[in-house]
């Protein structure tokens, strides 16, 4: 221990909700945090069949250019199974570089959790 990885390492809590999930990011999502992102994402995809995937930023100020393509092969994945994958919480600077990258074209962006949940219908009841 006593190594500060904070920066690169990529936190990913997961909170299932019916036939969808919230996935919570804290950290920087460059080609590593891209990867668990992946990673945890196909899992819910492939494991147990979770149609819908809200990820939220609020915890990450970083993403990277590895990051947002590999978070676009994510959504080209989920749309060939017929799901969708949605954002909400980003910061400012984020959301600007997911519209140049043209990320917001393959996913919605939300505002705020309530936001994305209501519209994506990822609500408690099951």
Do not use: H, W
């Amino acid at each position: 221990g006593g190594k500060n990885r904070m920066t690169e390492e990529l936190k990913v809590t997961i909170e299932r909700r019916g036939n969808g999930a919230i996935l919570y990011t804290r950290g920087y999502i460059n080609n590593v945090g891209g990867e668990e992102i992946a990673n945890r994402a196909y899992e819910l995809i492939d494991g147990s069949g979770t149609r819908t995937l809200l990820l939220n930023l609020g915890e990450t100020k970083i993403v990277n250019s590895i990051g947002i393509s590999i978070l676009i092969e994510i959504i080209e994945k989920m749309n060939e199974k017929g799901g969708k994958l949605a954002f909400c919480c980003l910061t400012p600077v984020i959301q600007k570089t997911f519209q140049i990258m043209g990320l917001a074209q393959y996913a919605p962006i939300f505002p705020d959790e309530e936001t994305a949940v209501g519209s994506l219908g990822l609500d408690r009841t099951e």
